[in-house]
């Protein structure tokens, strides 16, 4: 079997490596070539798929397709299950949830704690989104959004105007608006659904993301065994919902005895990839072993705790190569570096997963080794 990857980004290389690792052919495709994932095999498929000669030549090579990101429109990927090649996760909930206020819309109708939303297109919407919602509220973009972009906390008459604006405005489709979630934690949990309908869930982790970008993943999450069951029930019932194949990452607010949706992303997520190391089949093995037909591993963790940091590009520039000469003298941290090229302030150009028999132990080893690679 083939399989064809849409994206090729660091998430298609890990997926990719994964895939290679069960001894499948993998096909990239992505918009420009040579990219991250495309450098890691043997064949890779570059153009807009806005192009149909680009989707047929794509078609060609491969036997199923899987995705890299929610932002593909799902009329594309309805039209290579309309000429033969399944797409997991389908087009049909990828429609689900590349709208984030129909995504809510979805998960509040299948009776999913999720924060109240209100779409807006009009000034009299926008003034009642206060009324409704109260300060502070939440305003953002309804696609495209991810690591901060497209996402202000409003708390006061004068912000939602400026936030407004510096959001692209007012427009169909465009923007939304949902209730403040006071949380005292973010949550995440790993959720893979095979073609069978089959579910399995990775353990709740904790996510620390100061200015939305994610920093940091603790792994279990610090909370209690039935706060954790109880998300974990949650997330599996989100995937459940939307009829997911795959690996999806479903983010939660968290307080003590309840949580909230915040986003689900229909893909491997940056929350899961402590797997690689840290449990006995990663995020990425279990989603190629979903959308391919294969029996799902063990989500289970190979040591009691695990630390995943993100390494941020800190200005802009190219990559040096002495970042691995520096790296390799860390013991017990296990380094990937995703292939980028350039570097830019806040960009993911890798992350360190350090495992240990407790949360402080890893956290410490990764901070330190953290401090010590500059990328």
Not at 33 to 47: C, H, I, M, Q, Y
Not at 126 to 155: F, I, N, Q, S
């Amino acid at each position: 079997m083939r399989l064809g990857i849409l994206g090729g980004g660091q998430l298609g290389k890990m997926t990719a490596m994964a895939a290679l690792q069960l001894g499948y052919d993998v096909v990239i495709w992505s918009e420009e070539a040579l990219s991250p994932a495309g450098r890691a095999t043997a064949f890779e498929v570059s153009g807009s798929l806005e192009d149909e000669a680009v989707r047929v030549k794509l078609a060609s090579l491969v036997d199923v397709l899987t995705l890299e990101n929610e932002f593909i429109p799902p009329h594309l990927l309805e039209w290579f299950e309309t000429h033969g090649t399944p797409v997991y996760p389908t087009s049909a909930t990828v429609a689900k949830i590349q709208d984030k206020w129909r995504q809510k819309q979805f998960l509040a109708e299948a009776g999913l704690p999720v924060p109240e939303t209100m779409a807006l297109e009009s000034l009299e919407e926008l003034r009642k989104a206060p009324e409704k919602l109260g300060y502070p509220l939440v305003l953002k973009t309804r696609t495209l959004g991810y690591d901060g972009r497209g996402t202000a906390v409003v708390r006061s008459p004068e912000a939602l105007a400026q936030a407004v604006d510096r959001l692209g405005g007012l427009k169909p489709g465009h923007l939304m608006a949902e209730t403040y979630i006071a949380f005292e934690r973010e949550l995440a949990v790993m959720v893979v659904r095979d073609r069978q309908g089959r579910v399995l869930t990775y353990p709740v982790v904790e996510t620390q993301q100061p200015g939305y970008i994610c920093r940091k993943v603790l792994a279990p999450a610090p909370i209690s065994p039935q706060d954790a069951e109880r998300a974990r029930s949650v997330a599996a019932s989100a995937v459940e919902s939307l009829r997911g194949v795959g690996a999806f990452g479903v983010e939660l607010f968290y307080q003590p005895g309840r949580v909230w949706i915040n986003e689900i992303a229909p893909r491997p997520h940056n929350s899961g990839h402590y797997s690689i190391e840290a449990c006995v089949t990663s995020q990425f093995e279990n989603h190629v072993r979903a959308v391919t037909g294969l029996s799902l591993g063990s989500p289970e963790m190979v040591a009691p705790c695990a630390v995943m940091v993100n390494l941020l590009g800190s200005d802009h520039g190219p990559v040096s190569e002495d970042v691995l000469v520096e790296a390799s003298a860390l013991p017990g941290v296990h380094l990937h570096l995703y292939g980028k090229r350039l570097r830019q302030p806040g960009r993911k150009m890798g992350h360190i997963t350090v495992l240990g028999q407790s949360l402080a132990e890893a956290e410490a080893r990764a901070d330190e080794a953290a401090r010590f690679i500059r990328i």
